[in-house]
């Protein structure tokens, strides 16, 4: 079964519709690339996956939504899980204030996954790893987060968002803040996250999109207009 379902999803702003009855389903698994002019709704769409629009006054979701086949919107939805089960990572680095470890262990500590001290420096050690940054901050763990490049920053927030053990991850532009070498780094995490999480990235480049993904969705104006296996992109007239 898909891991989303999506049936004529619209998302409103007041009374303009952003995202006009989108119909999609993502393979659990499957690394899927949202790419198509600014302000066409990729990204709104993709924070309508894990509520994150809820926050936004005036935005209201139609459709049909599921995960794992059940209704991401209902009232009986604990957001906070949903949270945990769909991580997010940003385009602009967004380490909290603290210390790298901190930063790591937030989302186990709120979620109560480690017992004792030496369970969540397990977590840590292995998130930090996930994320190829581990042999980076070893010996610096305890050094705040805002010192670190931005390429090292946004993996860690990568390690903070697989630390709770996630199906999903979404990312919304996650290179877009980076250096080349960076976003190859993160270009290349991602090809090795796919083998054990879901994967939703908003792009505006075709040519990642092309090197990370099985499929690339085409948005415009709110409608997703062509989902293609992204091994056919270049071949297509
Ligand atoms: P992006 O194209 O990367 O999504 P934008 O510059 O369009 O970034 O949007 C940045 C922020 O401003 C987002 O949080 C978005 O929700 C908000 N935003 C965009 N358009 C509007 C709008 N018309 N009214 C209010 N907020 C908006
Ligand atoms: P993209 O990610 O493709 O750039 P967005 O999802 O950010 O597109 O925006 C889609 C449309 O929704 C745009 O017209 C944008 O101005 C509008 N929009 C985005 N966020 C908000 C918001 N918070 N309030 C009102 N309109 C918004």
Sequence with gaps: EAKFKL?????????TAAIKKVSLDVARNEVI???????CGKSTFLRTLNRMNDSIDGCRVEGQLTLDGDDIYSDSRDVVELRARVGMVFQKPNPFPKS?????????RIHG?????????????????????WEEVKDRLDSPATGFSGGQQQRLCIAR???VSPEVVLM??????????????VEELISELSESYTIVIVTHSMQQAAR?????????LGHLVEVDETNQVFTSP
């Design 7 to 15: 049936r004529d999803v619209s998302v409103y702003y007041g009374d």
């Design 172 to 185: 919304d532009e996650p290179c877009s803040a980076l250096d080349p070498i960076a976003t190859a780094k």
């Design 33 to 39: 690339s949202f790419i198509g002019p600014s302000g």
């Design 113 to 133: 996954l480690a017992n004792r001290k030496s369970e969540l420096d397990d977590i840590v050690e292995r998130s930090l790893r996930g994320a190829g940054l």
């Design 100 to 108: 790298i470890y901190d930063n790591v262990a937030y989302g186990p």
């Design 212 to 220: 990370v993904s099985d499929r690339t969705a085409y948005f415009h």
């Design 161 to 163: 968002a697989i630390a």
